[in-house]
Antibody, heavy 120, light 114 residues
């Protein structure tokens, strides 16, 4: 069974940084392309970014609102995905989900999410 | 980016009745090379992550009840729940995966019991 468990969320001041983690199990993480999707309180879903598997180049792509401020990385030895956030703004307040598409054409496996609150 | 627009924003349907949610994309999500529509539907209940219901516009994910069906092609799509059950109360999202890596979602439709 695929499991994705996010951690690292919390309260941070505007301009601050936070590193989110997502620990994966139940599938071959090293081959998976991994994504982050966020959801502001009471709002819809917004794709944040993606990292390809290292065998596919390990390249990253980001949504325009976070480009240059957020960095996605992975540690295949630990089956862990990361989202390093910086220069955080109030509008980055959201639940951040780790998600992937194992055996499916789109995002079919999701973690429970971790809440990031940006407030002074 | 492809913009996804759902209608209505909210919907109240009686138990056992049909619920219909529409989704329109700003450009076609149909790949003519494989004749597949890169369109998915998700269900999200309060406090839970989204759950994939349907992909390729009409293929139900494993374990999804057959009262859920998807239809449409190109830019216009529909999610139908044939006989609403109490456990179907949720927010429903359409999503395009035609223009990855950017996945875009509709704004969501809140489904309630009348």
């Amino acid at each position: 069974e695929v499991q994705l468990v996010e951690s690292g969320g919390g309260l941070v001041k505007p301009g601050g940084s936070l590193r989110l983690s997502c620990t994966a199990s139940g599938f071959t993480f090293v081959n998976a392309w991994m994504n982050w999707v966020r959801q502001a309180p009471g709002k819809g879903l917004e794709w944040v970014g993606r990292i390809k598997s290292n065998s596919d180049g390990g390249t990253t792509d980001y949504a325009v609102p976070v480009k240059g401020r957020f960095t996605i990385s992975r540690d295949d030895s630990r089956n862990t995905l990361y989202l390093q956030t910086s220069s955080l703004r109030a509008e980055d307040t959201a639940v951040y989900y780790c998600t992937t598409d194992v055996g499916l054409p789109t995002l079919g496996q999701w973690g429970q999410g971790t809440l990031v609150t940006v407030s002074s | 980016d492809i913009v996804m627009t759902q209608s209505p924003d909210s919907l109240a349907v009686s138990l056992g009745e049909r619920a219909t949610i529409n989704c329109k994309s700003s450009q076609s999500v149909l790949y003519r090379s494989n004749n597949k529509n890169y369109l998915a539907w998700y269900q999200q209940k309060p406090g839970q992550p989204p759950k994939l219901l349907i992909y390729w516009a009409s293929t139900r994910e494993s374990g999804v009840p057959d009262r859920f069906s998807g239809s449409g092609s190109g830019t216009d799509f529909t999610l139908t729940i044939s006989s609403l059950q109490a456990e179907d109360v949720a927010v429903y999202y359409c999503q395009q995966y035609h223009s990855t890596p950017v996945y875009t979602f509709g704004q969501g439709t809140k489904l309630e019991i009348k």
